[in-house]
């Protein structure tokens, strides 16, 4: 392809290069949650992470199956001052109602994290609505708050299951550091792996039920923490209106 600058100069694009410059206008003017990913394609993408000028960060726990370390969990969170976010699933909610109390009453924000924990890319618009709403509601009857932010079960999602959550005014949280606890990784090796990818405005991935998360977090913490970094729920670190979503799932406020 040509492109005719200054009268007479001639100057030859590769198409790689004109792909590499479409997608980088579309960067900068992606809105909400679109955003470019592979190559020109525009696509809806949850919040992976968000920019910010402090080194404020959040920590989360995924809760499916089972309770049994998360006593030591909240003990954890506790200690060391730190509010969290946990993302429940309808059965776990209405398996251990007392629990939902407990992260509640010590200040934690809660999410859904669907009410059957399946692949909802696969849902219709309408199955995810009731996924969404029958979760939610799980949740509200044993806390009484709203419950405003959603992560996908598996990580998994597409347009419609992003853009039917955000009619339905869910913020859809992804990830950009995973523990890996769920591999039941030991204390060392999940405190390493988030310690030494956190950045401003990380979002960390954990369980309540990973084997060894307990024992990981006061190396975490206390590693962060040293670090400046201060731990803040979902809630306070994501932009709530006036925000931009970049192709790596980063979220910016709006300019």
Not at 84 to 105: G, S
Request: glycine fraction near 6%; hydrophobic fraction near 40%.
């Amino acid at each position: 392809m040509k492109i005719f600058v200054a009268k007479r100069k001639t100057l030859y694009l590769s198409v790689a290069a004109i792909t590499a410059l479409i997608l980088a206008i579309w960067a900068v003017f992606s809105t909400g949650s679109y955003a470019v990913v592979f190559g020109t394609t525009l696509r809806k993408l949850p919040i992976y992470s968000v920019e910010r000028d402090k080194k404020q960060i959040a920590i989360t726990f995924d809760a499916a199956w089972g309770v049994d370390y998360t006593d030591a969990i909240l003990s954890e969170l506790s200690e060391y001052d730190v509010p969290a976010t946990f993302f429940l699933v309808e059965f776990w909610a209405k398996k251990y109602p007392d629990y939902v109390k407990k992260i509640d009453a010590a200040g934690h924000s809660i999410g859904t994290h669907s009410a059957t924990h399946s692949y909802m890319s696969k849902l219709s618009a309408e199955t995810i609505k009731t996924e969404l709403a029958t979760s939610s509601a799980a949740i509200t009857e044993i806390t009484g708050k709203k419950v405003t932010l959603f992560r996908p079960p598996y990580g998994d999602y597409n347009d419609r299951l992003i853009s039917t959550a955000e009619e339905q005014g869910y913020y859809c949280i992804q990830w950009d550091v995973d523990s890996l606890d769920w591999k039941d990784l030991s204390a060392g090796e999940i405190a390493k792996r988030v310690t030494s990818r956190v950045k401003n405005g990380s979002i960390i991935l954990c369980h309540n039920n990973g084997l060894h998360t307990a024992e990981a977090l006061p190396l975490i913490f206390e590693a962060l923490q040293n670090g400046g970094y201060e731990f803040v729920t979902v809630d306070a670190l994501i932009y709530h209106e006036n925000y931009q979503i970049d192709s790596c799932g980063r979220q910016h406020a709006a300019k």
